[in-house]
């Protein structure tokens, strides 16, 4: 028995990780390119930088973000998953691209939806953030020239203080997958809607910083109208 205990004492070690904040280091690291990864492709599609139709290549992209293929993989996924993207076969990405009828469409939906979304959100909204809602949303309105860019983030926040607000999560799932489908038909061709958005946008925050649920839910259906009515008008 004693040989046997002698012989399990000169057993080599097992080499245990006495820095395991390195790892998680690597993990937090590799998570926050791949965020960074999505928030700039995210950005380019937003300024038109990648058109309807377009292939993403994933080394070229790597390339041009001067990071590594994984976390521009994980940005992919994830742009994929929110239906800005397509994926064709093992590897190739596309960005969606989105005719006017299935536009339309998803507006006719989204009008029932978001206002109903609005209605049970009303009372639930954050006034701090609606009031952040509103100074960025002035902050875009003066700006010269208009920014795409910034007209899109904040159509992001006035929504989604609603959409996370509702307490369907169901819903909201449906409705930012459409909204996905209308902001890439949007992106490519209502720039000229930019700047009458943030005039109904300004008419739903106050709406809802008045916790008034009828009218948070008819300035949603107005907005959401007058994108449709202007699509038929201009195209």
Avoid at 52 to 70: C, D, F, N, P
Avoid at 89 to 97: A, D, K, L, M, N
Avoid at 100 to 110: F, I, P
Wanted: aromatic letters at 6%; proline letters at 3%.
């Amino acid at each position: 028995m004693g040989t046997v205990f002698k012989a399990a004492s000169r057993m080599p070690k097992m080499e245990l990780n006495t820095h395991p904040s390195i790892e998680i280091k690597a993990v937090l690291l590799a998570d926050t390119l791949a965020e960074q990864a999505y928030a700039e492709l995210s950005k380019m599609i937003q300024k038109r930088e990648f058109k309807g139709g377009q292939q993403l290549v994933e080394l070229r992209l790597a390339k041009q973000l001067g990071i590594s293929r994984t976390p521009v993989r994980q940005a992919l996924r994830r742009l994929e998953g929110e239906g800005l993207l397509q994926k064709s076969g093992s590897r190739h990405y596309f960005v969606r691209r989105v005719e006017l009828q299935e536009y339309l469409h998803s507006l006719k939906v989204r009008e029932i939806l978001e206002a109903e979304a609005a209605f049970t959100a009303a009372n639930n909204v954050s006034e701090t953030d609606i009031k952040k809602a509103r100074k960025n949303l002035k902050m875009v309105e003066t700006q010269n020239p208009y920014s795409m860019l910034s007209h899109w983030q904040s159509d992001e926040e006035v929504h989604g203080l609603f959409i996370d607000a509702c307490p369907n999560r169901v819903l909201r799932t449906v409705i930012r997958s459409l909204r996905a489908t209308t902001k890439l038909f949007e992106i490519e061709n209502l720039a000229e809607r930019l700047e009458p958005d943030s005039r109904q946008h300004e008419t739903i925050l106050t709406s809802l910083l008045s916790r008034d649920q009828e009218a948070s839910k008819a300035s949603v259906q107005l907005h959401i109208k007058s994108l449709y009515k202007f699509a038929l008008r201009v195209l």
